[in-house]
């Protein structure tokens, strides 16, 4: 868990929090994620469980499912959810660095109290996570392309980019760009 303040040119100042709880084997990969990004007069949370498994004796590849609930009043959304689940493959799974890819089909309905419109994608995704003495990275690339009609002459195709720099100054405090 984390919390701390944030200062952003277009939204103003607020607070920032992110819990997580994970469980991993040798095999299985377990994750539960809570964000809070709460601005002057914009929020946005999120939570996101996230569940894989290897296949067998094939330890670079495996099978995932996620499930997002998201609130944000940035994008008008009362309550968005998206379901994707697909197959992963470690490029590279080094001590210090991995590198991985996801593709698999991803379900959507922007807004789920007032719209029964849902969207489906092919998600495909690569992620990379550095782990050194102090610093951590991690860049993940999200790309959605809408594999169902467009809905009111628009194509929905989504490009989501979280990047983090984490520099640990001791074992309470840390600093986060992302």
Known sequence: YRIGL?????FGSGLKGF?????????????LRFYI???DKETEIRTRYKSSRRLMKYDDIYFFNTIIYEKNTLTNDN??????QGVGYFISNINNYNLTFEL???FDNSDYLNSQIR?????NSFSFDVFL??????????YFNQINKKINNKALHRLQ???????????????IIG
Do not use: M
Request: aromatic share 12%; no cysteine; glycine share 6%.
């Open 37 to 39: 990004h709460s601005y």
């Open 161 to 175: 980019i979280l990047g983090e720099f984490r520099l640990s100054i001791n074992s309470l405090f840390d600093v």
């Open 119 to 123: 969207t489906t994608f092919l998600k």
């Open 6 to 10: 944030v200062q952003s040119n277009t």
């Open 133 to 142: 003495r102090n610093v951590k990275g991690k860049l993940e690339v999200d």
């Open 104 to 106: 698999g089909p991803a």
């Open 79 to 84: 309550l968005r959810y998206l379901y994707n």
């Open 19 to 31: 819990g997580r709880l994970k469980r991993t084997t040798v095999k299985t990969f377990k994750d």
